[in-house]
Every structure is written in C-alpha cells, then in structure tokens.
Antibody, heavy 116, light 109 residues
Framework: EVQLLESGGALVQPGGSLRLSCAAS????????VSWVRQAPGKGLEWVSA???????FYAASVKGRFTISRDNSKDTLFLQMTSLRAEDTAIYYC??????????WGQGTLVTVSS | EIVMTQSPATLSLSPGERATLSCRAS??????LAWYQQKSGQAPRLLIY???TRATGVAARFSGSGSGTEFTLTISSLQSEDFAVYYC???????????FGQGTKVEVK
C-alpha cells in the first residue's frame, strides 16, 4: 500500500524558514517523481514544486527562489525547504506521487501557518 | 500560464441525479487533464486522468470526456459519498508547470 506521511508543519513568523518532510513507503521511491501541492484555508489546490527521479527540480513562480525541493532516496523521503515565508504561504502542504503530471497518491498534508 | 476555469462553482443535486461538471482551459492542453475528488478534511483523490481514463478503483459511474480546451466530468447517478469538491488539473506543460481549476462543489439539494 502506498503511503505518504508529511511532517514539519508549524506556526512561523513572516520572513522565517521551515523544512517539511514526506516519508514514503509502499512503492519504489527512488524511481518516482514526487511533488508538493498546497491548499490555502478554504481555497483550491496550487502546485508548488516537483522533483524527478533523476534529480531535476521545478517550481511555481510564486515560490521560485524561496523554496527548495530535495529528496533522500536512501531514506525514501522528500523535503521542502521554505525560506522568506509570507502570509500567503499559509496552507496545508501535501506531497504526492507524480506520473507524467498526474498525482496518483497523496499524503494527508501538514499545516503551515505564517503569522506574527 | 494556462488558466483552468471550472463551472459551475456549486452544483446542488439530489442523490440519484446526474452531475455534469465542466472545465475549460485557456489554451489547448490536448488530453493532459485529470480530475480529483476532495472530501471535507481529506486529501484529494485522483479520479480521472488523460481526460477519460478512470484511475484504479474508481467507480464506473464517474466518466470523463473532452480534449483541447473543453472537458467534462460526469457522475451518472450521485451516491451519498460523491458529495464533495471536484478539481480539474492540466499537466500539458509538465514538468515545467501544471495548474488546477478553482473547483466545483457538489452539494446535496
């Protein structure tokens, strides 16, 4: 069974940093592309970032230069390093498997709140 | 950026009725379109990909159609568990980018 478990969400002040993690199991993580998708409170879904199995990374314009996606294939874990956080980054952050663009499996999400 | 527009924003129907949800792309995305279902407090669930292919385990009452800029998700006979928010997603420019529609809420009339 595919499982994705996000962690690291917290309350952080504007301008602060946070690192999210997503522990994967039930599939060959090292061979899979994975993504972060976020959802602001009461709003729709917004793609944030993706990383391919062989390393290339991609970002939404809204986070480029502030967020960094990475992976540790030895630990089947995906990361999202977030810096210069803004109020508009407040959201539930989901990690999801990605196959040619579609997201077959999703974690339950972790809440990031940016507020003073 | 390709903008995805879903209509209507809210659909009020009774169990057993047919639901028709629309998704329009600002430019052609071919068949690179997916539909997701999200229930309150839960993560999204993939229903349809490649515009018309049901994901594993998805009930046959869900069907997708369309190509280019116009897409439709049809639920042939609404069950109680189908009342939720539905999002379309285009991934024509993947991996550089992808975009979601704003969602359609299917609620009990």
């Amino acid at each position: 069974e595919v499982q994705l478990l996000e962690s690291g969400g917290a309350l952080v002040q504007p301008g602060g940093s946070l690192r999210l993690s997503c522990a994967a199991s039930g599939f060959t993580f090292s061979s899979s592309s994975v993504s972060w998708v976020r959802q602001a409170p009461g709003k729709g879904l917004e793609w944030v970032s993706a990383i391919h199995s062989d390393g290339p990374t991609f970002y939404a314009a809204s986070v480029k230069g502030r967020f960094t996606i990475s992976r540790d294939n030895s630990k089947d874990t995906l990361f999202l390093q977030m810096t210069s956080l803004r109020a508009e980054d407040t959201a539930i952050y989901y990690c999801a498997t990605t196959f040619v663009g579609r997201h077959d499996y999703w974690g339950q999400g972790t809440l990031v709140t940016v507020s003073s | 950026e390709i903008v995805m527009t879903q209509s209507p924003a809210t659909l009020s129907l009774s169990p057993g009725e047919r639901a028709t949800l629309s998704c329009r792309a600002s430019q052609s995305v071919g068949s690179n379109l997916a539909w997701y279902q999200q229930k309150s407090g839960q993560a999204p669930r993939l229903l349809i990909y490649s515009a018309s292919t049901r994901a594993t385990g998805v009930a046959a009452r869900f069907s997708g159609s369309g190509s280019g800029t116009e897409f439709t998700l049809t639920i042939s006979s609404l069950q109680s568990e189908d009342f939720a928010v539905y999002y379309c997603q285009q991934y024509n420019n993947w991996p550089q980018t992808e975009t979601f529609g704003q969602g359609t809420k299917v609620e009990v009339k």
